[in-house]
């Protein structure tokens, strides 16, 4: 099971960070991914990091403004969003890829957290 939080309602400039665990076993050996939903549209990739954190990759929305970090021995998974923008307003899923390396595929990704909200007011 994944647990991400760290969302909430912030004002557009601001900053959130975004936590990603797990309740049972490791996701250390795993490529983890951030996705979000924004109301009436499509999941869509965000961010991914590699289980070695070697490799990162973004979508071209958030790029220079969001980072991927992960801490193994903490088992977490971080994403970290500067400058926020009232379409960065989404849910937030994190996922664990059966990839070490991640994917930006939805269907790539074996393992799905609840998700957290993310609101961004002008």
């Known amino acids: 099971q994944l647990q991400a939080s760290g969302g909430g309602l912030v004002q557009a400039g601001d900053s959130l960070r975004l936590s990603c665990t797990t309740s049972a076993g490791t996701i250390s050996t795993y490529g983890m991914g951030w996705f979000r939903q924004a109301p009436g549209k499509e999941r869509e990739f965000v961010a991914v990091i590699s289980w070695t954190a070697d490799r990162t990759s973004y979508s071209d929305s958030v790029k220079g403004r969001f980072a991927i970090s992960r801490d193994n021995g903490r088992d977490t998974v971080y994403l970290q969003m500067n400058d926020l923008k009232p379409e960065d307003t989404a849910v937030y899923y994190c996922?664990?890829?059966?990839?070490?390396?991640?994917?930006?595929?939805?269907?790539?990704?074996?393992?799905w957290g609840q998700g957290t909200l993310v609101t961004v007011s002008s």
């Open positions: 996922a664990a890829s059966r990839y070490s390396r991640g994917s930006s595929h939805s269907h790539d990704y074996s393992y």
